[in-house]
């Protein structure tokens, strides 16, 4: 696992995906910090926190996407990694961690604007932790669904474009949700509520807050973990097939 | 060492490799042959758990592919047939991912070093793997499959693309290897196999064709013993005069290749040593014998001859085997009584 996580952080690095990433994010993330924060003449920091941050996020998670599992197959790479005495488990969070530790390193740069705030007026510190919780947790979730999406192709745009669908499906879950609750008679309501529960954004609401929500910690790392799992299912699958 | 049975794998409703059973002993040499699409590379990716089969075993040193594949893993090495290089890395960069990755206990530097000196490719260490020639990245797959120490090398279409001097160079890596390990070469190069494997495993359309010892395969499927003659001789004479040698089959004139000679194709019946009868013809004509070449069969002909017969008959016939081939002392002893 450890040899699978240094080689994806030397790939990430090596070639220009994680500068691109980091690239993409420090612009955008200044773009909506200005937007959302400066222009509003505010220290409040839950509204960069929120939608804004997420379409940053689905863009730099649709692009880790690429890389994952798409790229070794499509070079071949897999024919090593799979003949080598290591376990599918190892090499599915080999893989995650390779991508959280970009993720993270992203996140990072928000401690930029948590800097500013603090220079200019008085950032409410509970607010920004909580974020920052939520915002990890979230990437925990999105990059093991990018991670399962990349599983499944060794199309490297098909896997990011599909990450992409995926996550904006997920955000559009919410819409659906509510015009089926307006449709649906009352003992059907369950079905929306249920639905709406699918959208991993959702549950950022409290972190954007201030409130540690242990609901979301749990429902978050449960997603990541059913991802995960089903990633190595699908590997082992393909060696069946 | 390797213990194959009844593999078996299907795509959908193509088999792509049908009932393999065999079983390599340690330290063997053994070529895996058969043209474009026999189902080799399937063979060799079940053999390295690289993909499961769909019925039967692969036991490596006693270990199931399926049920322990950490543990098989650890005594194979494995060179596909595309080298899985990462073309953004150095070459040590690789050597030593693939050193963690296969959980390697040796000392890094000296073992990589070593490596490096065995494969040669110590001098484009420091280079970006996509820089490299196919012979170079050829190397660097084979020291990747190397990195392990595994007492069993599993090379797939090793030379293929490499200029001649690079065959050359591969090719006796391979048998440099191969006096400390057990090797399984897979290629459609039937001269490869010939050079490099003491043993050659057959493979058409997924059914197993001939397992033997090399040179007993070509005894096995050689009917006749066959010459080229060349005999300072009166043309006319020649082939009425060889014909009635007892156990000649044939004489075949091949015309004159110097002055006052003539070169004659003679083939003889199986274990009838033609050459004494043909001498004391020629003795006693006073005829002189300038040049005997022997006429070998190549594994080319031996290869055609098997895939054909494999097409044309039912599978129920079986395969040429290692036994049949290479009969065993007793049998031997049982057939001179």
């Known amino acids: 696992m450890i040899a699978i996580l240094k080689r994806e952080l030397v790939g990430f690095f090596k070639n220009s995906t994680a500068y691109l990433i980091l690239s993409i994010y420090a612009f955008m993330s200044a773009l909506f910090f200005g937007l959302n924060v400066v222009l509003q003449n505010t220290s409040y920091m839950g509204y960069y926190f929120g939608l804004w941050l997420f379409i940053v996020n689905i863009i730099i998670v649709s692009v880790l996407a690429m890389r994952f599992f798409s790229e070794e197959r499509k070079n071949r790479t897999d024919q090593l990694i799979f003949t080598s005495p290591v376990s599918i488990t190892g090499v599915v969070l080999g893989k995650y961690l390779g991508g959280m530790a970009v993720y993270v390193a992203c996140t990072l740069i928000n401690l930029v604007y948590v800097f500013i705030i603090d220079m200019f007026g008085s950032p409410d510190g509970g607010t920004n932790l909580a974020n920052f919780i939520g915002t990890i947790l979230l990437g925990c979730t999105m990059v093991a669904i990018a991670l399962f999406v990349s599983s499944l192709t060794e199309n490297a745009i098909v896997a990011a474009g599909g990450t992409a669908a995926v996550f904006l499906l997920l955000m559009m879950v919410d819409f659906v949700a509510s015009f089926l609750y307006g449709l649906l008679p009352a003992w059907m309501k369950w079905f929306p509520d249920a639905l709406q529960k699918m959208n991993i954004f959702l549950w950022y609401d409290n972190f954007a807050g201030g409130i540690l929500d242990l609901t979301a910690v749990v429902f978050y790392l449960s997603v990541s973990a059913v991802f995960l799992f089903l990633t190595a299912r699908v590997l082992e699958r393909r060696r069946w097939r | ?337």
């Open chain 2, 1 to 337: 060492m390797i213990e194959v049975t009844g593999l078996t794998k299907r795509y959908g409703k193509k088999t792509a490799v049908d009932n393999l059973t065999f079983t390599i002993r340690r330290g063997e040499i053994v070529g895996f042959l058969g043209p474009n699409g026999a189902g080799k590379s399937t063979t060799m990716n079940m053999l390295t758990g690289y993909i499961a089969p769909t019925v039967g075993t692969v036991y490596v040193n006693g270990y199931n592919m399926m049920d322990a594949p950490e543990k098989a893993k650890e005594y194979v090495g494995y060179l596909p047939e595309i080298p899985p290089l990462y073309m953004d890395m150095t070459v040590d960069e690789y050597l030593n991912f693939v050193f963690g990755l296969k959980k390697c206990k040796f000392p890094r530097k000296e073992h990589l070093n070593e490596i490096c000196e065995v494969v040669r490719i110590g001098h484009v260490r420091h280079r970006m793997v996509r820089n490299l020639s196919k012979g170079y990245r050829q190397r660097v797959g084979l020291a990747q499959a190397l990195i392990n120490d595994p007492r069993i090398l599993i090379l797939d279409e090793p030379t293929v693309g490499l200029d001649p001097k690079e065959i050359v160079e591969i090719r006796n890596l391979i048998l440099k290897l191969g006096q400390t390990r057990t090797v399984i070469l897979s290629s459609h190069v039937l001269s490869e196999i010939q050079a490099i494997c003491e043993r050659v495993i057959i493979v058409n359309e997924g059914h197993l064709v001939a397992d033997a010892l090399t040179e007993d395969l070509a005894r096995s499927t050689t009917a006749n013993s066959r010459y080229v003659v060349r005999l300072a001789a009166p043309e006319d004479q020649v082939v009425p005069v060889l014909s009635q040698i007892p156990g000649m089959l044939r004489v075949e004139m091949k015309g004159s290749m110097e002055p006052g000679t003539v070169d004659v194709l003679i083939e003889a019946e199986k274990d009838v040593d033609i050459r004494r009868a043909l001498f004391e013809e020629c003795a006693k004509r006073g005829w002189y014998i300038l040049v005997i070449t022997p006429v070998g069969v190549s594994l080319e002909d031996i290869f055609l001859q098997l895939v054909d017969e494999s097409k044309s008959t039912e599978p129920a016939d079986g395969p040429l085997t290692l036994d049949e081939a290479n009969p065993s002392e007793e049998t031997k002893e049982d057939d001179a009584q």
